[in-house]
C-alpha cells in the first residue's frame, strides 16, 4: 500500500528535535522513499549530503519522518539525529538541540543548553566521529545556517548520511553541488482521494452521498498534502452532509500561515514580481518570454551595472521566485532555461489575495465571479487601482467604466467578442496586455493611440496595416501584434525608446525619409519577413539581440544582403527560415556573438559547417527543414567549443563523422526525421557532458545505434 501524508510544516516552530513517530498512513511516497533509501544505503564511503526540495506543505518533511522511523535505516546507522532549523534560527539552540539529540534524549533546558557554543559543538564532533550517522536538518533557510553547522560532521568514510529539507533551491545546490536533488511531486488524484478519506473517515470508506462533491473539494486542493489534510480537518469537524461540504473552501488560514511565511522571506521587489502573477487566469501557462517584458514595463526593477541588461535581471528574479517554490516550471528551452510557468491553484488563491488586500493588483473575475457583481462594482474598482485584470467584455459595460488611475490592465479576452473604444478613458494606462489566445478580440488603434503614456502594448489588431498616428507613442518599448503580414508605417522609426517589436509576421520595414532616425534600443524584431539586411539597416538597429527572419519568395537572391548579418554584433539570437523554390549556394557569415542559431531551408551544406562551428559563444545549435545540403558531415578539432544543444530536424544527412573533443560540452542531441542516418557516431559517448540522446522512431538503425550507446555509458 502507498504511503504519504501530510508534513507538518510549521515554520514558526522553534529548532526542535523530534520528530513525530511515523504511525500515520501516510499516502503517496513509495517511489521517494525507494529512492532516497537507496541512496542513504549505497555503498559509497564519504559523507553525502541529501537535499529534498519542494514548496511548503508538499511533504519534504513527512518524506523525511518516514524514512527516519523506517527500521532498516534504524539498524543501518549507529546514531540518528533530527534538528528542526527553520528561518528565524537560534545557533546556540540548534546546537544545544543536536547535542541532546545524538545524545538519543529530548533537550528540556537542562545541563547541556548551559554549555558554550564552543564546548557543544567540540561534543558533537566527539560524539559522531568513527561512528556512522544519519543526521536531518529539517527546514533549512539559509546557506549561512548550514555554514555554520557543517563544521560538526565528521569525514569518517563510513557511508555517513545527512538529509536537508528546503524550499530554498540555492540552499540544496550551495550545500550538495555534487548530490542530486530530490525534488517533490504533487500528489495525484488517486493519491490524493486516498488521503483525504484516511484523514477524515479513518479506515471506513466515504459515504457515497459525499463522494462526488468530495471529489471536488479535493480536487481543487491541487495535490498538495497541506491544503487536503487543512480540508479534511475542517470537515471532520462539521456534520456530514453534502450541503455542509459545499461550504467549506479550500483553504484556511493555516495553509495562508505557510505560504505567507515564504512571501514575506522575499525583498520587495520579488514581492512586486510574485504578485505581479495574480494578474494572469488560473492555471495559465505564462510565457517567460511575455512575463519578463511586462515586469521590465512595470519598472518593478532597476538595472544594477552596466554588463547586465534588466532582462537578465529579471529573469534571475523569475529563477529566484522557482527556486523559492513559488513558481512551477512547466515547459523548457532547449537551453535549459525556463519557457512556461504557472502559480499551483492554492499558491495563486494566496498571490490573489495578497495582490488585493496590498491594493496591488486586483483580479477582477476572481473577487467578482458573478457578471452581475462586476457590472455593479467594477466603475469602483477601477477608481481604486493601479493594476487590474478583467475580462474585454466587463471593460465595455457601460460609457462610465474608465479611470484616471488604472496604469495598467491585463485582459482576458472572451473568444468571438470584439471590442470597440474600450480604453479611451484610461488617460494613465501604461501597460495594455491581452493575453494571446486564438480569438479576434481587439482594440480600436484611434483609441489606443492616444494614450501617451503607454510603454507596453500587446493585442490583435483590427487590419494588417498600422496608422502613422503610432508615432504618437513616444514611450513605447515593447509591441506584439497577434497578427501575420503586419505593415508598419515608416514613423515606427521615430520610436527611440521600443525595445521589443513582434508580431506572427512583419511586412519588409519601410526606411524612412528622414536621416537621423533609428531605434537604438530594439533588442527583438520578430518575424521580419523578406528582410533585407542594408548597410543602413544594420547601423539603425546596432543593439539588436534577437532577430528573426523568414523569406517567402520564387527566387533568392544576393539583394537581401545576408552577409551584412556579421555587423551586428550584440545579436545573440538568429533564426532564418527559407521558403523559397531557389536557393543560391549562401554560405552566410554569422556574428561571433551568436548563442543560438536556427536554421530552416537550404542555407549551408554541410562540409561548410565550419562556418557555424568556429562561432565561440554558440550554444544551441537547430538545423530544421533540410537547413544543411548534402549527405556527409565531418566535424574538426577546435569546433563547436560552446555548444550544449544540437538539433538536427529533416535531413538528407548519411554519414556524420566526429570526435567527442568536437563537441565538448554538448548535454543534449536530438535527431528527428534523419531517414539515411543509420548511426550516431560511436565517440559521442565519450562525451564527459552529455546527459539525453533523444530521437524519434522514424529511423529503426538509428534507434538501434542510441541503444548502444547507452549501453557503452552503463559500462563506463
Same mark, same amino acid.
Given at each position: 500500500?502507498?504511503?504519504?501524508?501530510?508534513? &507538518?510544516? $510549521?515554520?514558526?516552530?522553534?529548532?526542535?528535535?523530534?520528530?513525530?513517530?511515523?504511525?500515520?498512513?501516510?499516502?503517496?511516497?513509495?517511489?521517494?522513499?525507494?529512492?532516497?533509501?537507496?541512496?542513504?544505503?549505497?555503498?559509497?564511503?564519504?559523507?553525502?549530503?541529501?537535499?529534498?526540495?519542494?514548496?511548503?506543505?508538499?511533504?519534504?518533511?513527512?518524506?523525511?519522518?518516514?524514512?527516519?522511523?523506517?527500521?532498516?535505516?534504524?539498524?543501518?546507522?549507529?546514531?540518528?539525529?533530527?534538528? %528542526?532549523?527553520?528561518?528565524?534560527?537560534?545557533?546556540?539552540?540548534?546546537?544545544?538541540?543536536?547535542?541532546?539529540?545524538?545524545?538519543?534524549?529530548?533537550?528540556?533546558?537542562?545541563?547541556?543548553?548551559?554549555?558554550?557554543?564552543?564546548?557543544?559543538?567540540?561534543?558533537?564532533?566527539?560524539?559522531?566521529?568513527?561512528?556512522?550517522?544519519?543526521?536531518?536538518?529539517? &527546514?533549512?533557510?539559509?546557506?549561512?545556517?548550514?555554514?555554520?553547522?557543517?563544521?560538526?560532521?565528521?569525514?569518517?568514510?563510513?557511508?555517513?548520511?545527512?538529509?536537508?529539507? %528546503?524550499?530554498?533551491?540555492?540552499?540544496?545546490?550551495?550545500?550538495?553541488?555534487?548530490?542530486?536533488?530530490?525534488?517533490?511531486?504533487?500528489?495525484?488524484?488517486?493519491?490524493?482521494?486516498?488521503?483525504?478519506?484516511?484523514?477524515?473517515?479513518?479506515?471506513?470508506?466515504?459515504?457515497?452521498?459525499?463522494?462526488?462533491?468530495?471529489?471536488?473539494?479535493?480536487?481543487?486542493?491541487?495535490?498538495?498534502?497541506?491544503?487536503?489534510?487543512?480540508?479534511?480537518?475542517?470537515?471532520?469537524?462539521?456534520?456530514?452532509?453534502?450541503?455542509?461540504?459545499?461550504?467549506?473552501?479550500?483553504?484556511?488560514?493555516?495553509?495562508?500561515?505557510?505560504?505567507?511565511?515564504?512571501?514575506?522571506?522575499?525583498?520587495?521587489?520579488?514581492?512586486?514580481?510574485?504578485?505581479?502573477?495574480?494578474?494572469?487566469?488560473?492555471?495559465?501557462?505564462?510565457?517567460?518570454?511575455?512575463?519578463?517584458?511586462?515586469?521590465?514595463?512595470?519598472?518593478?526593477?532597476?538595472?544594477?551595472?552596466?554588463?547586465?541588461?534588466?532582462?537578465?535581471?529579471?529573469?534571475?528574479?523569475?529563477?529566484?521566485?522557482?527556486?523559492?517554490?513559488?513558481?512551477?516550471?512547466?515547459?523548457?528551452?532547449?537551453?535549459?532555461?525556463?519557457? %512556461?510557468?504557472?502559480?499551483?491553484?492554492?499558491?495563486? $488563491?494566496?498571490?490573489?489575495?495578497?495582490?488585493?488586500?496590498?491594493?496591488?493588483?486586483?483580479?477582477?473575475?476572481?473577487?467578482?465571479?458573478?457578471?452581475?457583481?462586476?457590472?455593479?462594482?467594477?466603475?469602483?474598482?477601477?477608481?481604486?487601482?493601479?493594476?487590474?485584470?478583467?475580462?474585454?467584455?466587463?471593460?465595455?459595460?457601460?460609457?462610465?467604466?474608465?479611470?484616471?488611475?488604472?496604469?495598467?490592465?491585463?485582459?482576458?479576452?472572451?473568444?468571438?467578442?470584439?471590442?470597440?473604444?474600450?480604453?479611451?478613458?484610461?488617460?494613465?494606462?501604461?501597460?495594455?496586455?491581452?493575453?494571446?489566445?486564438?480569438?479576434?478580440?481587439?482594440?480600436?488603434?484611434?483609441?489606443?493611440?492616444?494614450?501617451?503614456?503607454?510603454?507596453?502594448?500587446?493585442?490583435?489588431?483590427?487590419?494588417?496595416?498600422?496608422?502613422?498616428?503610432?508615432?504618437?507613442?513616444?514611450?513605447?518599448?515593447?509591441?506584439?501584434?497577434?497578427?501575420?503580414?503586419?505593415?508598419?508605417?515608416?514613423?515606427?522609426?521615430?520610436?527611440?525608446?521600443?525595445?521589443?517589436?513582434?508580431?506572427?509576421?512583419?511586412?519588409?520595414?519601410?526606411?524612412?525619409?528622414?536621416?537621423?532616425?533609428?531605434?537604438?534600443?530594439?533588442?527583438?524584431?520578430?518575424?521580419? %519577413?523578406?528582410?533585407?539586411?542594408?548597410?543602413?539597416?544594420?547601423?539603425?538597429?546596432?543593439?539588436?539581440?534577437?532577430?528573426?527572419?523568414?523569406?517567402?519568395?520564387?527566387?533568392?537572391?544576393?539583394?537581401?544582403?545576408? $552577409?551584412?548579418?556579421?555587423?551586428?554584433?550584440?545579436?545573440?539570437?538568429?533564426?532564418?527560415?527559407?521558403?523559397?523554390?531557389?536557393?543560391?549556394?549562401?554560405?552566410?557569415?554569422?556574428?561571433?556573438?551568436?548563442?543560438?542559431?536556427?536554421?530552416?531551408?537550404?542555407?549551408?551544406?554541410?562540409?561548410?559547417?565550419?562556418?557555424?562551428?568556429?562561432?565561440?559563444?554558440?550554444?544551441?545549435?537547430?538545423?530544421?527543414?533540410?537547413?544543411?545540403?548534402?549527405?556527409?558531415?565531418?566535424?574538426?578539432?577546435?569546433?563547436?567549443?560552446?555548444?550544449?544543444?544540437?538539433?538536427?530536424?529533416?535531413?538528407?544527412?548519411?554519414?556524420?563523422?566526429?570526435?567527442?573533443?568536437?563537441?565538448?560540452?554538448?548535454?543534449?542531441?536530438?535527431?528527428?526525421?534523419?531517414?539515411?542516418?543509420?548511426?550516431?557516431?560511436?565517440?559521442?559517448?565519450?562525451?564527459?557532458?552529455?546527459?539525453?540522446?533523444?530521437?524519434?522512431?522514424?529511423?529503426?538503425?538509428?534507434?538501434?545505434?542510441?541503444?548502444?550507446?547507452?549501453?557503452?555509458?552503463?559500462?563506463?
Amino acid at each position: 500500500m502507498s504511503n504519504r501524508e501530510l508534513p &507538518d510544516e $510549521d515554520p514558526s516552530d522553534s529548532p526542535s528535535i523530534s520528530p513525530p513517530s511515523s504511525n500515520d498512513v501516510v499516502v503517496g511516497f513509495d517511489e521517494d522513499i525507494v529512492q532516497m533509501m537507496d541512496r542513504l544505503t549505497y555503498q559509497f564511503s564519504y559523507l553525502q549530503i541529501l537535499p529534498i526540495v519542494g514548496m511548503g506543505g508538499i511533504g519534504k518533511s513527512k518524506l523525511a519522518k518516514s524514512i527516519y522511523h523506517n527500521p532498516f535505516i534504524i539498524k543501518h546507522f549507529d546514531i540518528r539525529a533530527w534538528v %528542526t532549523i527553520s528561518q528565524d534560527y537560534c545557533i546556540a539552540s540548534i546546537l544545544s538541540k543536536l547535542l541532546a539529540s545524538v545524545k538519543g534524549k529530548d533537550d528540556r533546558g537542562g545541563r547541556d543548553s548551559l554549555k558554550g557554543i564552543e564546548q557543544v559543538k567540540v561534543e558533537i564532533y566527539q560524539i559522531l566521529c568513527g561512528r556512522r550517522f544519519l543526521i536531518v536538518l529539517d &527546514d533549512v533557510w539559509s546557506v549561512k545556517a548550514w555554514y555554520q553547522v557543517q563544521i560538526l560532521f565528521p569525514e569518517n568514510r563510513n557511508g555517513s548520511r545527512i538529509i536537508l529539507t %528546503t524550499r530554498l533551491m540555492d540552499v540544496a545546490t550551495y550545500t550538495a553541488p555534487l548530490s542530486p536533488i530530490h525534488m517533490m511531486r504533487f500528489l495525484d488524484d488517486k493519491q490524493s482521494w486516498r488521503l483525504f478519506q484516511h484523514k477524515v473517515f479513518g479506515n471506513q470508506d466515504c459515504p457515497l452521498e459525499l463522494q462526488s462533491v468530495g471529489e471536488k473539494i479535493v480536487k481543487g486542493c491541487g495535490g498538495l498534502p497541506l491544503s487536503i489534510v487543512t480540508v479534511a480537518r475542517l470537515l471532520s469537524g462539521i456534520p456530514r452532509t453534502p450541503k455542509m461540504w459545499l461550504q467549506i473552501e479550500r483553504n484556511d488560514g493555516q495553509l495562508e500561515t505557510v505560504l505567507s511565511f515564504s512571501y514575506y522571506h522575499l525583498p520587495p521587489h520579488l514581492r512586486e514580481c510574485f504578485l505581479y502573477m495574480a494578474g494572469f487566469p488560473e492555471n495559465y501557462e505564462i510565457r517567460v518570454s511575455e512575463l519578463i517584458r511586462l515586469w521590465v514595463a512595470e519598472g518593478f526593477l532597476k538595472r544594477q551595472n552596466e554588463s547586465k541588461s534588466i532582462e537578465m535581471a529579471a529573469k534571475e528574479c523569475l529563477e529566484d521566485l522557482i527556486k523559492q517554490s513559488l513558481v512551477l516550471v512547466t515547459s523548457r528551452k532547449s537551453d535549459g532555461r525556463t519557457k %512556461t510557468c504557472r502559480l499551483h491553484s492554492m499558491v495563486r $488563491d494566496f498571490c490573489m489575495r495578497q495582490a488585493g488586500q496590498e491594493k496591488f493588483l486586483l483580479p477582477v473575475m476572481d473577487y467578482f465571479p458573478n457578471p452581475i457583481l462586476r457590472r455593479h462594482f467594477l466603475p469602483q474598482v477601477l477608481q481604486n487601482h493601479l493594476r487590474v485584470s478583467v475580462s474585454l467584455f466587463d471593460l465595455h459595460l457601460k460609457d462610465y467604466t474608465h479611470s484616471l488611475c488604472t496604469t495598467s490592465i491585463i485582459c482576458i479576452p472572451h473568444r468571438g467578442y470584439r471590442p470597440k473604444d474600450s480604453v479611451q478613458n484610461f488617460t494613465s494606462l501604461r501597460v495594455l496586455h491581452v493575453l494571446r489566445r486564438n480569438d479576434h478580440s481587439y482594440w480600436e488603434l484611434g483609441q489606443v493611440f492616444d494614450l501617451i503614456d503607454l510603454t507596453y502594448l500587446a493585442s490583435n489588431i483590427p487590419e494588417s496595416i498600422v496608422p502613422p498616428t503610432i508615432a504618437k507613442l513616444q514611450n513605447l518599448q515593447t509591441l506584439i501584434i497577434y497578427r501575420s503580414d503586419v505593415h508598419l508605417p515608416e514613423e515606427i522609426w521615430s520610436l527611440r525608446q521600443l525595445r521589443h517589436l513582434i508580431a506572427f509576421s512583419f511586412q519588409p520595414l519601410p526606411l524612412p525619409k528622414r536621416e537621423n532616425l533609428s531605434l537604438g534600443n530594439l533588442q527583438t524584431l520578430s518575424m521580419a %519577413t523578406n528582410f533585407v539586411c542594408s548597410e543602413k539597416i544594420v547601423e539603425m538597429i546596432p543593439n539588436i539581440k534577437k532577430l528573426e527572419i523568414c523569406y517567402y519568395e520564387d527566387k533568392f537572391g544576393e539583394g537581401y544582403r545576408i $552577409d551584412n548579418l556579421m555587423h551586428l554584433l550584440r545579436l545573440e539570437k538568429l533564426k532564418l527560415e527559407m521558403h523559397c523554390s531557389f536557393v543560391p549556394c549562401l554560405n552566410p557569415i554569422f556574428p561571433l556573438s551568436l548563442k543560438k542559431l536556427e536554421l530552416s531551408g537550404g542555407w549551408i551544406s554541410w562540409r561548410d559547417m565550419t562556418i557555424v562551428g568556429s562561432l565561440p559563444n554558440l550554444q544551441v545549435l537547430k538545423l530544421k527543414k533540410y537547413a544543411c545540403y548534402g549527405e556527409q558531415w565531418e566535424t574538426t578539432e577546435g569546433e563547436f567549443r560552446m555548444l550544449r544543444h544540437l538539433l538536427i530536424n529533416e535531413s538528407n544527412l548519411k554519414c556524420w563523422t566526429t570526435e567527442y573533443s568536437h563537441f565538448p560540452r554538448l548535454r543534449c542531441l536530438m535527431l528527428r526525421r534523419c531517414a539515411y542516418l543509420d548511426e550516431i557516431p560511436i565517440d559521442i559517448v565519450e562525451i564527459p557532458t552529455l546527459v539525453l540522446i533523444d530521437i524519434d522512431d522514424h529511423n529503426p538503425s538509428l534507434l538501434y545505434s542510441a541503444k548502444i550507446i547507452q549501453e557503452e555509458q552503463w559500462m563506463t
